[in-house]
Structures are given as C-alpha cells and as structure tokens.
C-alpha cells in the first residue's frame, strides 16, 4: 500500500514531491514524510493526510532540487511520527536517508548486527536497518550508487527503496525486489536534466511520460547529469524508456464523488476495451494470447491458476468455466501459498497468473516457483503491459481496464472474469467440446455484457438504500452457491477493505454446518440469487436464515423475487438486478432461464 516518490532538478522539487504522494493516497496510508537535500538535510512527517504534510513544508518554507517522499500503511511498528518515513542515520559526519515499500524478512538479524555495531534504532520499524546498512557502507568509503547496490546483496525481502546522502547533493539511488519502482525521465537543458523514481506511474504523470520499468534486482541513481541503471550482478543494464498511456483524465475524479464510485462506473466501458478484439468476430482464436498460444493450448491436459485477493476469486470462477465448458481440471492456489509449499507437478500444465498490477510480489514468486519445478508454459492476465508478470510470462492477454486508483478492485475484477470466460472459449473450441452455434451464441452474451452491466447500474439508489441500512453493522455473511460462491467471497472481502466491518463468506449449502449459529437479526446475510438451476436449494437456505430472525439481501433476477415475494418477512430486503455474469453461467450449465433480465425491481 505504500508509495514513494523520488526527485532530482535544477527547480524546487518540493512541490513534485507532494503532488506525487497525493496521486499515490489512493494506496491508503496512516502517514507521510519527504527528506530534501539543499545544502543540509532536512526531514518533514506527519501522521495523516498529504494535506497535513503539505502545510508542515510550507510552513518551514521546504525548498530543495533532491528529494525522497512517502506514504506509509503500517506494518513493523505502530502508526506514530517516528515510524514514518523517511528515516535517517546520521553518525560521524555521514547522513543518509530512506523511504522503503515491502517487508524485510531479516531485519531482526541486521538489527541486532547494527546495534552491536554502535547504531541507535528510534523507531520500531524494518526500514530503519536499511538506513543504518547503507549508512555504514557510505562511511566506509563507497559512493551512494556503490552503497546501495552492497546494501540489497544483505537484504531478505521484499522492497523498493530511494535514498538519499548529504555529502551527493545531487542524487538519488533506488533498487526494487518484488515491490514496483520506476524511472520517469524529465526534460534537459544546458543545465542538465531532471529525472525521477516512483512506485506507481501515476505520480510522475505531473512531470513526465517517458518512464523505464525497473526489474527485479536493479539498482539504479538518478541525477542532474542522467541516469544509470545495473542489474542484481552489477552489470551495466539498459532498461527501455517507453512513453506511458495513462491518461491524466483517467486518474482524475471527474463528476464523481470518489474514485471508488468513478470505476464502478467505468466497468461498462472496460469491459468494452477488453472485448475490442472479438467484438466484430464470428469466432474466438488461440492467437488472441499470443504467437504461441495454439502451440501450448494444443498441448495442455491441465490448468493451474495462481493469483492473490480479488484475482483469486476470478480464478475460482474460471475454475467452474474451464471444467463445465472446456472439460479440462482446474486448480486454483493462492500464490503466497503455492510458493511457500511442495507441491506436484503435473505434465503439460498451463500455469495462468491473473494480476492487475502484475507487479504482486506473491504472484511473480508463485510464477517463479511453478517454473523452477517444470512448469514452464505460462499466461499472465494483467492489466499493465510493462509489467514484470507479463514480461516473464509466454502467453499474455491484456484486460485493459485503465488504472484504478479506489482501494476496491472493481473494474480489474468484472474485465479479468471477460478474459478467463474468452480463454474458456477457446479451449472449448480448440478441443471440438463447443459448435459453431453455442460459441455464436455466448459470443453475443458477451458483448451484451456492457449494456447489461449499465443496467445494473441504475440500481444505484437501491444500494445506497441497503448501505444506509449496513452503516450501523458490525457483522455480515455473504451466500451464494456454484459458480456464485467466489462472487459471495468476494463480496464479503469488498465490505471487510472499505468499511473494516467483519465479512465472512461461505457456500450456501454450508450454512447448517456451523454458520446459521451465527444469523441473527443483527446480522445481515447478502445473497447472490440468480435464477440458475441451484435456485431451489438456494431457496431452502434463505428459510434457514429467516427461521433464525436473520435480515436478507438477495441480489436476482427479477422474476426470482417476484416468485418468492409472499415468503419474505416484514424487514427483508431485496433487489433484483440483471446478473452481470449470467451468460457465463448459463454457458457452464447451471442457468435454466432464457437469459438475465435487465434492470432494477
């Protein structure tokens, strides 16, 4: 959640500095700090908003060429102005200072080396090992760039980090390992040039569109004369400079009253972006997923998804898909498990990583760990093209759903579930398991889903009913059944990371085994209903929950609520809207009706 911004110019880079981190607050954080470097170093944190920092370096009167900028989401220690970054170490005339995303794995072993070593640690946290490793590197002769590179040969870890020293007034060092970090490369003039790191291209957007994607391992100093870069071996390494197509519309708010409800919005058209390819087509092929694609899809016997968060619960979807239409088995693992566990290789596996960021460091390691145990046929789903994922993967499909700057994955969620349904199809055609008329029939389906979806989103005002209704509640319980129970998890873990209001998830069929224990009539259970053939047996729970006094809210189809209305108690809710995956699910065999209903009832 972390963010870091990095800059060197011939001009105040305080305000570059600010106006990045407040490009990143989207991330969430607890607090926020910039180190700048203009003839002494000075410090400015605060714990808060960006806003709060803002007015702290106004009223110090903060101006500086050099500067190092964070926003931090707590993780090694509590939230507190001595835990926030930047950190220093300052001791016989050498002084440092760091900001760090990630975790350091060793830093209790590094801590305890540096405390033997003479070093004062004042906060709690594992950052402040990095600024007092690269402090006794720098003290013992090596320039920055030098330190830098000594010090992340020490470190276990995650991390992006960017430094900066009082005694090289004019440069900032970087390195990344599992967390994002870029260069963005400014204008130049006689006087030099201007050059700049970030976590995330959204905060160099305000300077500059030429950036260079690092990789994992780099090292990289940045300054008025230029930049270099050398990879996890030292060696000189070139990094290409590509002009970034974020738009500065897209990560502005517009009509919007926050950025959450902007990209729920933006799903529509996303969704449109991503089918651009098979919107006119009469047929899907192999090669939409790349050259290869034909080659390995002809030869795989089993498919293994790998992915975090939300990305996770699209795989558990596509698993009821890949099975149901396209006959092949389908695991699903949760990347930081499957890289920390021993598991069987099985012969001719196509292992799919699913990302939005394809910079997930449990991903790209998960990815690494199936490759390392033979598993050597890959395809990234993902969302950024620059990405690590998709440039260590064999096979790509890009979802296209433009950067989402709301902590909620919504538009990434509903483009990658477009994607895993299109992959679907053709695995199902490749291996003669689809006609040429059911395919015509779920390509429609498929690009109908845009004005399906705009439907849906006309029962705004219905939701913003129930979240009145939810504001005071501190529990919830989300059901669905087939391939709607990842859509109830992922509904439950939308609630948890907005509201910090408990969420739990289960299969509707479950509920008797330990969880109707828990409904009561303070306890909402949200239902996903769609008129498929599981319906009845959905119906059967819904009584469990109302014999316990417990207050439902059922998303369906309209006719399923309609059939069910005279059973619903005084203080039930419902509301039926179109299901925007229905066509998916008819195509996997568990939907009776003719088709989703659209709109609101």
């Not at 906060?123 to 402090?135: G, K, N, Q, R, Y």
């Not at 990209?263 to 192999?286: C, D, H, K, R, Y």
């Not at 429609?444 to 219905?462: I, K, S, T």
């Not at 913003?464 to 209704?469: I, L, M, S, V, Y």
Request: glycine share 8%; net charge neutral.
């Amino acid at each position: 959640m972390c963010g870091i911004v990095g800059a060197v110019a011939q001009r105040n880079v305080v305000p570059i500095l600010i106006e990045g981190l407040r490009r990143l607050e989207y991330r969430g954080y607890d607090s926020a700090g910039i180190a700048i470097l203009n003839g002494a170093m000075e410090r400015v944190r605060s714990v808060g908003r960006v806003s709060d920092l803002e007015a702290r370096a106004r009223e110090m009167r903060a101006i500086a060429p050099t500067g190092i900028a964070h926003t931090r989401w707590a993780t090694h220690g509590g939230v507190s102005e001595k835990n926030a970054h930047p950190h220093f170490s300052s001791r016989d005339g050498v002084e440092v200072s760091v900001v760090h995303n990630g975790i350091i794995e060793n830093h209790e072993a590094l801590r305890a080396r540096l405390l033997e070593a003479g070093y004062q640690f004042v906060s709690d946290t594992d950052t402040e090992v990095i600024a007092h490793l690269l402090h006794s590197h720098v003290a013992s002769g090596l320039k920055l760039f030098e330190a830098m590179q000594q010090t992340v040969r020490e470190l276990a870890g995650a991390y992006a980090i960017a430094a900066i020293h009082v005694g090289e007034p004019h440069t900032v060092v970087g390195s990344r390992r599992g967390s994002p970090l870029l260069l963005g490369v400014g204008q130049s003039n006689a006087e030099g040039s201007e050059n700049f790191l970030a976590s995330d291209t959204s905060a160099l957007l305000q300077v500059t569109r030429r950036v260079a994607y690092l990789e994992d391992g780099d090292v990289v100093r940045i300054g008025t004369d230029g930049y270099a870069i050398v990879d996890r071996d030292g060696r000189p390494a070139h990094r290409p400079i590509v002009e970034s197509q974020l738009s500065a519309d897209s990560i502005e708010l517009g009509q919007y009253q926050h950025y959450m409800q902007k990209e729920i919005f933006e799903q529509p058209g996303a969704i449109a972006n991503t089918l651009e390819m098979v919107t006119n087509a009469s047929s899907v092929s192999a090669g939409l997923f790349g050259a290869e694609a034909e080659e390995v899809f002809a030869r795989t016997k089993h498919i293994l998804i790998l992915a975090c968060g939300t990305s996770w619960h699209a795989g558990l979807v596509a698993k009821y898909w890949l099975e149901a239409i396209a006959g092949i088995p389908v695991s699903v693992e949760i990347a930081s498990e499957y890289r920390y566990r021993d598991s069987v290789a099985l012969p001719k596996t196509l292992v799919i990583t699913v990302s939005q960021s394809g910079e997930t460091a449990d991903t790209l390691a998960a990815l690494q760990h199936a490759t390392t145990i033979g598993l050597r046929d890959s395809l990234s789903i993902c969302n950024v093209p620059e990405s690590a994922l998709v440039r260590q993967s064999r096979l790509r499909f890009l979802t296209r759903a433009g950067p989402e700057i709301g902590v909620a994955s919504t538009k990434a969620f509903t483009t990658q579930l477009t994607v895993l349904f299109v992959l679907t199809l053709v695995l199902a055609r490749q291996r003669r398991r689809l006609s040429a008329a059911r395919e015509k029939e779920l390509l429609a389906q498929l690009r109908h889903l845009p004005a399906a979806m705009n439907h849906v989103l006309e029962c705004e005002g219905a939701v913003r009913h129930w979240a009145n209704r939810f504001a005071p509640k501190q529990h919830a319980l989300f059901l669905g059944r087939g391939v709607h129970y990842p859509i109830a998890q992922e509904g439950a873990l939308k609630l948890k990371e907005i509201t910090y209001i408990h969420a739990e998830a289960y299969a509707a069929g479950e509920l008797k085994h330990g969880p109707l224990a828990l409904v009561d009539r303070d306890m909402p259970v949200v239902v996903v209903a769609p008129n498929d053939s599981l319906i009845e047996k959905l119906k059967s729970n819904l009584q469990e929950v109302r014999a316990r006094g417990g207050e439902l809210f059922v998303f369906a189809d309209r006719d399923t609520l309609i059939e069910d209305q005279h059973h619903q108690p005084r203080g039930s809710r419902g509301v039926a809207v179109a299901d925007p995956a229905r066509g998916a699910a008819a195509a996997a065999g568990v939907s009776r009706g003719a088709g989703a209903r659209d709109g609101c009832g």
